[in-house]
């Protein structure tokens, strides 16, 4: 089953609102990464971390990965409606450096 | 750079025929990852492979089976395709393992079982 939580599912905020989406791993990661796709596309790669304890911006967007490195969150700085999409992690649970296994997902609607 | 390209796009088959999917990697990539996307389930992974091995297998039947040629590019097979296997099928390529670095996913194939 799923071993890669993220919540919530699904969120709609209004533009210029924050937002943020959790990621909990039921074991311990070497890394996490995370993707965006939007409605009708593909995943797009948006950042790896790999330290305990790291954080990590890109513009608006914040990354931070848990001390234990069991849980990760993506934080959105007032949306855009740009932002819209699904967001999702992943992670190797087996330590091979393979296998990645993606979280459910949350998905963010954005209107004016 | 071209991006990593799948083939075909959209695919109509019935129960019990067969199916084979294409995924050319972005030049130089070496490792090519597939994975199944539905809305129940998500994005699962399929399998990996690196260098013409395959690396890892998640949790499908032996009906899904995959390759990976010497230049790197890579087909599934689905056999005896059931409804439930009615899904959008994305590779992504990247330079080191899944694990390890950025994936660069392509368009994806819609395969639709009637």
């Known amino acids: 089953g799923q071993q890669v939580m993220q919540i919530p599912q699904y969120q709609h905020v209004q533009e210029g609102e924050d937002f943020t989406t959790y990621c909990n791993s039921s074991t311990t990661l070497s890394n996490i990464q995370w993707y965006k796709q939007r409605p009708g596309g593909h995943p797009v790669f948006l950042i790896q971390l790999v330290k305990s304890g790291e954080v990590k911006k890109q513009k608006r967007l914040t990354f931070q990965f848990g001390e234990a490195k069991k849980n990760s969150s993506l934080h959105i700085t007032a949306t855009q409606t740009t932002d819209v999409g699904t967001y999702f992690c992943a992670g190797d649970l087996t330590g091979t450096a393979s296998k990645l296994t993606f979280g459910t997902g949350t998905r963010l609607q954005v209107t004016l | 750079k071209a991006g990593v390209t799948q083939t075909p796009r959209y695919l109509i088959k019935t129960r019990g025929q067969q199916v084979t999917l294409s995924c050319s990697p972005i030049?130089?990539?070496?490792?090519v990852s597939w994975y199944q996307q539905t809305p129940g389930q998500g994005l699962q992974f399929l399998f990996e492979y690196f260098s013409e091995t395959q690396r890892n297998k998640g949790n499908f039947p032996g009906r899904f089976s995959g390759r990976q040629f010497s230049n790197s590019r890579s087909e599934m097979n689905v056999s005896t395709l059931e409804l439930g296997d009615s899904a959008l099928y994305l590779c992504a390529s990247s330079l080191v393992l899944a694990g390890g670095g950025e994936q660069f996913f392509g368009p994806g194939t819609r395969l639709t079982v009637l």
């Open positions: 030049s130089g990539h070496r490792s």
